[in-house]
Each structure stands twice: as structure tokens, then as C-alpha cells.
């Protein structure tokens, strides 16, 4: 039980994360904050679990004298299985679009940023069918500064002002998560029996 909580440390930190507040700036820039920087540092606290488990308390150091095998089967395994959760659930949204518009503003609209650069060349270069809605409309609007932007690493003040004001309008939060271990408590509670399949099947219908 402690292997699994501590491999599971990072998916705690997430929520720790959504759950801050502060009143001098908007939600949103956790949002920013989040697909900038905060999800990747985020994933390499899985690798650091791995490197770092003889580092653990010397309460784990019975089981791994007298369980070796099992002890790193237990360690990897669930490390991995945490990491892929967080992969599917966090990673891939925030390494798509449109949360990859927030690189557009990473940095101040008059200072030359790379990675402004490269998300801005991204936009221009992908098809608009193959962009979602948010983005597509963004390229299509601001494809003159967008490619200003791909070339100088800039971006003029009004089309910086309206990414960052569509980012303040991504809300996150940890509320929809609560309301679906609440769901998911009451159905498995009014059917101890009810197997898996049928419990994720039911769950999708609410």
C-alpha cells in the first residue's frame, strides 16, 4: 500500500495544483501554467520515483531484503500504471490544441520567444479541417500576425490580449472529479456486485 501511494504522489500533486487559489490573478493562469511547464515537470516526478526508491524510508527496507523481486515488480508496476494515467488524462490535452495556443503568450507579446515561434508556424502549417474549432478560427482570423509571429517571435498586442482573455475563460478545477467518485460511490453502493463493464457503462449514462 505505501509502494502504490508513493508512486501516486505525482496524480496527488495535479490536484493540488487545481485546487489552488489566488486572488491576485486569474484562474486561468494556472491553466497556463499548467500546459507550459507544470504537466512536464509533473511527468518527471515518475522518473525520479524510480531513480530515487533506495532513497525511501527504512521501512521499506524489510520487504525489499525478504521480497526483492516482488518489491521492484510492485514498484514498477504501479509507477507505471500511474504514469499512464496521467499521460492519457493530463499529457495529451495539454500537448494538443488548442491548449497549445497558451504558447503563444508564454512570454510578453514584445519579447522575441522561440517557442512562440514555433507554436505560430504549427497553426500556419496544419490545415484548418485538421485543427479544432478554437484554433482554426484563430489561424483564420490572425493568419497576418501569426505569420509575423513565425518569423519574429513577437506577436502584436491584440491578438496577445485575446489568447490570454481565452485562456482566463478555461476553467479547471478538481469539482468535476469529486462529483464522479461521488457517482461512482453511489452506484457501487446501491450494487456491490455489479461488475466493472457494467459500473463504467452506467456511469457514462448519468
Not at 472529479?177 to 456486485?193: D, Q, Y
Request: hydrophobic share 40%.
Amino acid at each position: 500500500m505505501r509502494i502504490s501511494h508513493k508512486s501516486k504522489a505525482p496524480l496527488d500533486h495535479v490536484l493540488n495544483v487545481l485546487q489552488q487559489r489566488d486572488s491576485t490573478v486569474s484562474g486561468n493562469s494556472y491553466f497556463r501554467k499548467m500546459v507550459t511547464y507544470k504537466a512536464k515537470n509533473i511527468a518527471n516526478e515518475f522518473t525520479i520515483i524510480l531513480q530515487n526508491e533506495d532513497r525511501w524510508r527504512k521501512d521499506e527496507d524489510a520487504l525489499r531484503s525478504i521480497f526483492p523481486d516482488q518489491f521492484y515488480l510492485c514498484l514498477v508496476t504501479c509507477t507505471g500504471k500511474g504514469a499512464a494515467e496521467y499521460h492519457s488524462r493530463i499529457v495529451s490535452l495539454v500537448e494538443e490544441f488548442p491548449a497549445l495556443m497558451c504558447f503563444l503568450v508564454v512570454a510578453s507579446h514584445d519579447i522575441v520567444c522561440y517557442e512562440r515561434k514555433r507554436i505560430a508556424r504549427l497553426i500556419l502549417a496544419t490545415p484548418y479541417e485538421q485543427l479544432d474549432v478554437t484554433t482554426a478560427k484563430v489561424s483564420h482570423l490572425f493568419s497576418v500576425e501569426l505569420t509575423a509571429a513565425a518569423n519574429t517571435g513577437l506577436l502584436v498586442v491584440h491578438v496577445y490580449q485575446v489568447i490570454v482573455r481565452w485562456a482566463d475563460r478555461v476553467g479547471i478545477t478538481t469539482q468535476p472529479i469529486e462529483s464522479g467518485n461521488s457517482a461512482i460511490c453511489f452506484l457501487t453502493g446501491n450494487a456491490p456486485r455489479m461488475e466493472k463493464p457494467l459500473t463504467c457503462a452506467r456511469f457514462a449514462s448519468k
